[in-house]
């Protein structure tokens, strides 16, 4: 009878074993490579960043589902890997992760075959592994793509192909864009073709580019085209281009993208000239300019956006800045501008423990420490428990007189 028991209690862990989602391996990626090799099966990963929510919700609602990991399991290695720890930051530069959640589809040899990104639902993601194991049997690789660039690159229908195929990988084609729109006659730049893709490259444009001026021009035309993307993709162009300025501390590219979002129909700005700066002076480490611009933003803009209309996406943008104030600097005007920027925060989201914290430690830099603990304090009741070991350590710091900042 206990025999019995024991049997039965095996087949149910085992049942539930395999009705489980997603087994992700434990392992490096070169003993991930290597059980792929025995098993001879490709390779999934999640490349994910601690910080990002889309990876959250897919590892919390979609890993974890019976009918998800029954795919993959049966399809695929599966490996989690954080991209920016640890043996994840060479990987990512590899396979050039570019954003988060990335999937990518390994072969045992190391070779990436297809890609995607994002936060979905189940069907959709497991509609995913389907898409990737049918590029997986392709009979034209993209070593083969490549060979052929040379002579075909004055193919339209080739250099859409290749496009495509890279797209599939996840590979940069803002050049090859330009390449394939300079083959096409005016009228034909805003075919369904070309929308198709600025819909999978629109997020990677830069302002100096074809691809750009195209969108610009036609933008009326694109508008109903790329469902509302339109002025999104135009707006990202010019943060990108912004952040390349900022690599090399390049003023004069800077100067091209302010000029660009110059340009923009005022009712299609989604980002304010200011926080162009202000990204491009944080990025270069330029206090000073950063902080002018800072200031200009709330004060100008953020602060006379009446409390009637205003939602979380100012609350956060006023406490981004004012917790920026605390870290960069001791001027107390400077300091006293930040307390105004994080109360009005408050005003919107008074139960916010991280919005709390800033009002708090802006608090504390000035001096005002009675305040600043009660406030800590209250920020405390509000926090999610996963947060609240920091909050603590803040708090104890303040009790003991010690600075909160670096």
């Not at 073709?193 to 997020?203: D, F, M, N, P, R």
Request: net charge neutral.
């Amino acid at each position: 009878m206990k025999k019995n028991l024991l049997i039965i209690a095996v087949l149910f862990l085992a049942f539930h074993g395999f009705s489980q989602g997603i087994a992700f391996e434990t392992g490096t990626w070169k003993e991930v490579l290597e059980k792929a090799k025995q098993t001879n099966k490709p390779i999934f990963v999640d490349a994910y960043a601690t910080w990002c929510g889309p990876c959250k919700m897919m590892s919390k609602d979609i890993f974890p589902l019976a009918e998800v990991g029954a795919v993959y399991n049966a399809n695929f290695i599966c490996y989690k890997i954080d991209a920016e720890k640890g043996e994840g930051v060479d990987f990512a530069k590899k396979y050039e992760v570019r954003a988060y959640p990335t999937y990518l589809f390994i072969k045992s040899d190391g070779t990436l075959f297809f890609t995607a990104l994002g936060s979905m639902e189940a069907s959709n993601f497991i509609a995913l592994s389907k898409s990737a194991l049918a590029e997986l049997n392709d009979p034209k690789p993209l070593a083969t793509w490549e060979k052929e660039y040379a002579e075909k690159k004055n193919d339209p229908a080739f250099l859409l192909g290749y496009i495509n195929k890279r797209s599939k990988l996840g590979k940069s084609n803002v050049a090859l864009i330009d390449e394939y729109l300079k083959l096409l006659p005016e009228e034909e730049r805003t075919s369904d073709a070309v929308t198709e893709l600025y819909q999978k490259e629109g997020y990677y444009l830069k302002v100096n580019s074809l691809a750009y001026s195209n969108l610009q021009k036609n933008r009326t035309k694109f508008l109903n085209k790329l469902f509302g993307n339109t002025d999104v993709f135009l707006s990202q162009s010019i943060i990108n281009t912004m952040r390349e300025a900022a690599k090399s501390k390049n003023e004069t590219l800077l100067a091209t993208a302010i000029s660009a979002y110059d340009q923009l129909p005022v009712n299609s700005v989604l980002i304010q000239r200011d926080e162009i700066y202000m990204q491009y002076y944080q990025r270069t480490k330029e206090n000073d300019k950063y902080l002018t611009h800072a200031t200009n933003f709330c004060d100008n803009y953020l602060m006379k956006i009446p409390l009637d209309s205003i939602g979380n996406k100012v609350s956060g943008s006023l406490n981004t800045v004012a917790w920026q104030v605390f870290e960069l600097t001791s001027n107390e005007k400077m300091l006293k501008d930040a307390l105004r920027w994080s109360k009005r925060s408050q005003e919107i989201s008074p139960d916010n423990a991280m919005l709390l914290d800033t009002y708090a430690n802006l608090l504390y830099k000035l001096g005002q420490k009675e305040e600043a603990i009660a406030t800590e304090e209250k920020a405390l009741q509000f926090v999610d428990k996963d947060d609240k070991e920091g909050f603590e350590q803040t708090l104890a710091k303040m009790r003991a007189g010690e600075k909160t900042w670096k």
